[in-house]
């Protein structure tokens, strides 16, 4: 009876043991998703792009630029096609500015816009200005691993916090253990149902770092269409501060 006794107590704690190690191995995914943010955003960054509109009945292209610093200030540049040249949207602080050339116009978005289409695009304004922050706007917990591409990911899931105006009921992100690149987002709604994917792919060489060079969103219900975003060209080390996000200087960057 002691030798069984003395058997089951070393198995429980070979057990705990284990399951100890499991955990400390496990990242805590908060401070996972900083180290996603510094890799796949940096202090500041220029971009340059193009989207593709892919619809059942026609294809739409748009080329872009983008300057960011932070997570508080970025500002895109729409340089074609030639109707729609000269579009800007800037994100500071917590105000998102639209300014549309053919009517010379600087607007301001209020939150409802946020979850409207960009441009018409897959993505929504929130998206590519990223009014939410993925540390502070969230609560996270860490789901669990699985393969992707290739490649070993974390599985981390978001919840919005209540005092948040995000559209989202619950956020999936699938980071890369390696690299800490982003492979692959799920927005599910209110409803627990999945809205829309968004897959990272092509990662190689991009500014002097290893990133994905294209993201391709699918919403759920339409999937016979999609947007695709490719990067042409990445700088992350712009010089650049606070006077370049302004109202003014929507109007003459180029």
């Known amino acids: 009876m002691v030798f069984k006794l003395l058997l089951q107590g070393l198995v429980g704690v070979l057990?705990?043991?284990?399951?100890?190690?499991?955990?400390?191995?496990q990242p805590n995914p908060r401070e996972l998703l900083r180290q996603m943010e510094a890799v796949m955003r940096g202090d500041a960054s220029y971009f340059e792009m193009t989207m593709t509109l892919q619809r059942p009945r026609y294809t739409?292209?748009?080329?872009?630029?983008?300057?960011?610093?932070?997570?508080?200030?970025?500002?895109?540049?729409?340089?074609?096609?030639?109707?729609?040249?000269?579009?800007?949207?800037?994100?500071?602080?917590?105000?998102?500015?639209n300014y549309v050339p053919t009517i010379d116009r600087t607007i301001k978005m209020p939150p409802s816009m946020m979850s409207q289409a960009w441009m018409g695009s897959d993505f929504s304004n929130d998206d590519l200005v990223r009014d939410a922050s993925v540390i502070d706007d969230y609560h996270h917990r860490l789901l669990r691993e699985e393969p992707v591409d290739g490649r070993i990911a974390w599985v981390v899931e978001l919840i919005p916090k209540p005092d948040t105006a995000i559209v989202w009921g619950r956020?999936?992100?699938?980071?890369?253990?390696?690299?800490?690149?982003?492979?692959?987002?799920?927005?599910?709604?209110?409803?627990?149902?999945l809205a829309s994917t968004l897959v990272f792919s092509d990662i190689g060489e991009l500014g002097g770092r290893l990133l994905p060079r294209r993201m391709q969103m699918t919403p759920a219900d339409r999937p016979d269409q999609h947007t695709l975003l490719e990067y042409q060209a990445a700088d992350f080390n712009p010089e650049l501060d606070e006077r370049f996000f302004t109202r003014q200087n929507m109007q003459r960057v180029r």
Do not use: C
Request: proline fraction near 1%.
């Open 60 to 97: 739409r292209e748009y080329a872009l630029k983008g300057w960011e610093m932070g997570q508080d200030y970025s500002l895109i540049l729409i340089t074609a096609p030639a109707r729609d040249a000269g579009t800007v949207f800037l994100k500071r602080q917590r105000d998102i500015w």
């Open 171 to 193: 956020v999936l992100m699938w980071i890369d253990q390696q690299t800490h690149v982003q492979l692959r987002i799920e927005n599910h709604d209110q409803d627990g149902q």
């Open 15 to 25: 057990l705990w043991t284990g399951l100890t190690q499991i955990q400390a191995s």
